[in-house]
């Protein structure tokens, strides 16, 4: 329990740290500038790395699982008391080999569909951290890095809705759909242009499958509560995930900064992946702490404010516009935080949960 609970505390301190980041690398000035430049790694390979690796882990309950997350976290973390760059690689890399590990240990222990395609995110984390130390370029590094996020989630997505009805097509058209994002990841390092074409044919993919057979569809019918939240959080980070996925697929990532680079990814690695944070935390916090989340009406608006700064972001990004942009990604980092905040409060202090009603 010291050890979950350690590594969580580890992953939040990881996440602001993160977003501290994200902030000054959109243009505020604020304290701590040197870490700007730190925000992908700290926020994916770290955070993410840390957190997905961790509940990992305690599914399994077996000691050596922990081993991936915690050097993750302890790599992150020296980012903070200026460590050896080259040291800090080494210690995440060998984090994420260790998590690799751990999903070929799960998909030996049940061989699925949804276990592979975890794995594959697995994979897709660890190789990202093999370039990050061989200073790859940065679009290599990053498209990477995003799909550790996206395979891991059309994953747990795919375990989740596999007890809705659906041909056995579907489940293999998921499947193939990210295995072509895989085969454009491979390539991506001689033709980064196609190869990042096709992961973004990959990814908007995905996002029509979860439209089309996800169970969050199951989860609106609820008239309120929880569940209703997490089907609505969901869908919308789907939307994201097919925008993010056809920007890519007609612009692809030529380079590695600057409006055309930010859009695409961050409507993937916030709008996305913070919509699946979001939706996923009242499974997630129970499964590490032992903690009941509970749910208020209120949870809602950091969800929308996620989303409505996330498009002046990108229009910004589109109209050449830095305050939108700066705003934009000012007001998701405070809607995060915003989020994890109120879910803390009404836990502790709030009313026992009313039984959901559809």
Do not use: C
């Amino acid at each position: 329990m010291f050890l979950r609970v350690g590594l969580l505390v580890a992953s939040v301190i990881l996440m602001i740290t993160g977003l501290w980041a994200g902030v000054v690398r959109i243009g505020w000035a604020l304290p701590a500038a040197g870490l700007a430049h730190l925000h992908g790694p700290l926020m994916v390979a770290a955070f993410f790395g840390t957190l997905i690796a961790l509940e990992r882990a305690v599914g399994l309950g077996k000691a050596w699982t922990y081993s991936g997350p915690t050097l993750m976290a302890i790599g992150g973390l020296a980012f903070l008391f200026h460590a050896d760059l080259r040291w800090i690689m080494l210690t995440i890399t060998v984090g994420g080999a260790l998590y690799v590990a751990v999903a070929a240990y799960i998909y030996k222990l049940q061989p699925a569909d949804f276990t592979f395609a975890m794995g594959l995110g697995a994979l897709s984390l660890f190789v990202g951290d093999v370039f990050w130390m061989l200073g790859a370029a940065p679009q290599v590094i990053s498209l990477w890095w995003t799909a550790f996020i996206v395979f891991i989630v059309s994953g747990e997505r795919l375990e989740l809705s596999r007890f809705l009805p659906k041909p056995l097509a579907a489940i293999r058209a998921i499947i193939v759909v990210i295995l072509l994002g895989l085969l454009g990841l491979v390539i991506m390092p001689w033709q980064l242009n196609l190869g990042t074409r096709l992961l973004g044919l990959s990814f908007l993919l995905q996002a029509v499958w979860l439209l089309r057979y996800d169970i969050a569809w199951v989860n609106t019918r609820y008239r309120e509560g929880v569940h209703k939240f997490m089907g609505v959080s969901l869908l919308t980070g789907y939307v994201w995930l097919l925008l993010g996925g056809l920007w890519l697929l007609l612009a692809g990532l030529p380079m590695p900064a600057g409006p055309s680079y930010d859009a695409p990814l961050h409507m993937v690695l916030v709008g996305f992946t913070f919509a699946m944070v979001f939706g996923h935390a009242p499974v997630i916090f129970p499964a590490v702490l032992r903690l009941q989340i509970r749910f208020h009406p209120s949870m809602y608006v950091p969800l929308w404010v996620l989303h409505l700064s996330l498009i002046a972001r990108v229009l910004g990004d589109y109209l050449g516009s830095a305050p939108w942009r700066m705003w934009g990604g000012l007001f998701d980092a405070l809607a995060v935080v915003t989020y994890f905040g109120l879910a803390m409060l009404v836990t502790l202090f709030g009313p026992e949960p009313a039984q959901a009603s559809k």
